[in-house]
């Protein structure tokens, strides 16, 4: 033959990978000693695997095979989650707000580029993710596929959040009554976010049960609020930003705060628009400082849940 052609076989070879005990074989074909294909069964016991450069890693479990011709095999198998712990401080305002639809449209590189292999990974975990740090406490579980190749990849499935966590949005405290991110259109990585969770407030004149709802997708979510007993939209915002309603408020000299919290919400609050306010308190509405003749304020249930301030001077 012009070529030579041959196949290397290898029987189990055991090694050492992420502090796991790492065993491979399989098949590799090569023509003129160039590998033209694989056949490789790999199993990682208790290790550390990193899928996701902005994530923690995985502690767990691993069956990958790599199969296919040299030029774009694919990766298969399964990745069993054992423990995954978000213990590092997150700065969700910033996450939130480089989620626009712009950023995950750039997050997609160029076809064009080298994949090196296509994926077609599950990876599951059952309750064994651990959020622990200035967001939250508790736990989730996932079952996910992670498809494309290196250059573009996707993701499909579900992360559910166990019931009876807490959640802490700008120094309060929630009890997580349920959690789940979808991962339906697999290469944006927007999921739908479906959100539900509650928290007293103690008034100065009584307690008030607060339920808070975020739904939609991720880059565009809406907030909805209900409190028993019932009470409007802007006290609700007053209460969870400020611990008063509106006429709380204005009975203690906190005018400017009683109109910003018409049109802001807890989570909208990310932007600083009650604190840049209350940075020149009752004195906003003076004639020295800002003169408005026309302000219209947007709900946080707008525009990716943020809140948009529109002023003529």
Known sequence: NKYLRSEIEFSKVTGRLGGGELNVQGKIATESFVPQGFDIQAELNAGQIKLISDLPPIYGDAQLNLKGPLEEPIMSGDVQILDMQFIERIDWEDWLLAFSSLNLDQNIDDDNEQSYFRMDIGVKGDNSIRVRNNLGDLHASADLQ????????????????????????????????????????????????????????????????????????????????????????????????????????????????????????????????????????????????????????????????????????
């Open 146 to 313: 992670m498809i494309g190749t290196l250059t573009r990849p996707g993701m499909r499935g579900v992360v559910q959040v166990e019931p009876d966590g807490r959640v802490l949005l700008k120094e309060r405290d929630f009890n997580l009554l349920r959690g789940e991110l979808r991962f339906v259109d697999p290469y944006t990585f927007d999921p739908e976010v479906d959100i539900a969770m509650t928290t007293t407030v103690r008034s100065l004149e009584q307690d008030i049960d607060i339920q808070y709802y975020v739904s939609g997708l991720y880059s565009n979510w809406v907030t909805q609020t209900t409190s028993n007993p019932p009470l409007p939209q802007a006290d609700i915002n007053s209460l969870l930003l400020l611990g008063m309603t509106r006429d709380q408020l204005e009975r203690f000299g906190g005018l400017s705060s009683a109109l910003i919290v018409e049109g802001g919400d807890l989570i909208a609050s990310k932007f600083g628009v009650v604190e840049r306010f209350n940075q020149v308190s009752e004195g906003i509405f003076q004639a020295d400082i800002l003169r408005f003749d026309r302000m219209d304020i947007i709900s946080g249930a707008s525009m990716a849940g943020s809140s948009a301030m529109n002023s003529s001077l």
